[in-house]
Every structure is written in structure tokens, then in C-alpha cells.
T-cell receptor, first 114, second 113 residues
Framework: GAVVSQHPSWVICKSGTSVKIECRSL??????MFWYRQFPKQSLMLMAT?????????EQGVEKDKFLINHASLTLSTLTVTSAHPEDSSFYIC??????????FGQGTRLTVV | GQQLNQSPQSMFIQEGEDVSMNCTSS?????WLWYKQDPGEGPVLLIA?????ELTSNGRLTAQFGITRKDSFLNISASIPSDVGIYFC?????????????FGQGTTLQVKP
């Protein structure tokens, strides 16, 4: 299948700082990518849709000023958690659609805010 | 909004046993996908279904897209210890591959050697 690479795989940051997470489609182009958040022992919750060349679309309840999304090219989307707080600690995962009906996920990023 | 109900929530089985899990929805999906997630990693696609009534196999895994487009099941035959993990169903509605998925709650599978 297609490969989606996410970096970093884990990050620890101080409260009040910002953290950037990258999501790359390695062998295909993705005009759309998706960002999910997952709490321990829970399912994936869609946060936003990243659109190449235009603004991201956020799901209800997700603060767009806190979770900045930039889709600068057909193979790269970034999620920046601004002014991070301990409650932002979570597992963040990106995905990209591929082909007729498939979607592939990155490895995920474990964010810990101390 | 759309929701997927996945069951069972967890399973603890003996190695060699068969496993079955399913997802149901109150609304129609055009695509059903089944993923496996290991701890600390992203979901890995196991099987994709896009035709109502379709039955698809991938090794010891078999999945079916319900004829009503509102349900799907995943079977794992002759389970082995490496089958341990969380299994998620995911549905996609609308035309084309939007990539926007709705996930079930997950089924945690534990296999006793």
C-alpha cells in the first residue's frame, strides 16, 4: 500500500510552547489529508481536513487557532499545536486517501506537554 | 451525525480460535475499511470493501460489506499471538474517495498462547 510518514513519532514540550507535526505522503500526491486525535483506549476522532492550497476545514469543537494546519504542497501537511497545555497531550495521527477507496495512516505522534 | 457501533468491545481468546467482530450504522456508507492498530502506532489497513455484498479475504482475514450498506463484519481464522491489537472499522460516505472516515469504537483482541 501507499506510505504516509509522520514526524516526529513522539515529542515532549513545555507548557506554553508550540509544536509542529509533519505528515508526508511518500509515494503519492494527496490534495487532502486528515488529522485525528486519539486518547488512550479510545477511537480516532477527526479534528480537521487539510486542503492543499486552501484553508483547512475543522470539525465542530476543534479550535482552529490552537491547531494550525498548513498544506503547503501535494505531499506535505503540518499540524501546529500552539501554546500547548497538558490537556493537549494526546496521540495525533494523520491520514491521506489513496486510489479508489483506500486511506492510509501515518505512524502517529505522541505529544506530551509538561 | 453518523456513528458506527462496533462490537464486541474486547475479546480474550485462545490461540487457534476464530474471531468475529462487526460494525453497524444507522446510515449508509459507500466504503468500509478495517484497520488494525498496535500500541503507539497508526492504524494499518487490513481490508477495504466498496461493493455491497462484497466478501473479501486477506490471508486469514475475511470481511464482508453488508447488502444494506449499513454493516460489515471481520473474521479472523486460526488466531495467533501476533493478532493481538485493536481492530477498527471505518466507513466512508459520499461519492468518490474523500478519505474522510468515521470510525467504530474499536475491538481489543487478546490472544492467549
Amino acid at each position: 500500500g501507499a506510505v504516509v510518514s509522520q514526524h516526529p513519532s513522539w515529542v515532549i514540550c513545555k507548557s506554553g510552547t508550540s509544536v509542529k507535526i509533519e505528515c508526508r505522503s511518500l509515494d503519492f500526491q494527496a490534495t487532502t489529508m486528515f488529522w485525528y486525535r486519539q486518547f488512550p483506549k479510545q477511537s480516532l476522532m477527526l479534528m480537521a481536513t487539510s486542503n492543499e492550497g486552501s484553508k483547512a476545514t475543522y470539525e465542530q469543537g476543534v479550535e482552529k487557532d490552537k491547531f494550525l494546519i498548513n498544506h503547503a504542497s501535494l505531499t506535505l501537511s503540518t499540524l501546529t499545536v500552539t501554546s500547548a497545555h497538558p490537556e493537549d497531550s494526546s496521540f495525533y495521527i494523520c491520514s491521506a486517501p489513496f486510489g479508489t477507496f483506500e486511506a492510509f495512516f501515518g505512524q502517529g505522534t505522541r505529544l506530551t506537554v509538561v | 451525525g453518523q456513528q458506527l457501533n462496533q462490537s464486541p468491545q474486547s475479546m480474550f481468546i485462545q490461540e487457534g480460535e476464530d474471531v468475529s467482530m462487526n460494525c453497524t450504522s444507522s446510515s449508509i456508507f459507500n466504503t468500509w475499511l478495517w484497520y488494525k492498530q498496535d500500541p503507539g502506532e497508526g492504524p494499518v489497513l487490513l481490508i477495504a470493501l466498496y461493493k455491497a455484498g462484497e466478501l473479501t479475504s486477506n490471508g486469514r482475514l475475511t470481511a464482508q460489506f453488508g447488502i444494506t450498506r449499513k454493516d460489515s463484519f471481520l473474521n479472523i481464522s486460526a488466531s495467533i499471538p501476533s493478532d493481538v491489537g485493536i481492530y477498527f472499522c471505518a466507513g466512508q460516505s459520499g461519492s468518490g474517495n474523500t478519505g474522510k472516515l468515521i470510525f467504530g469504537q474499536g475491538t481489543t483482541l487478546q490472544v492467549k498462547p
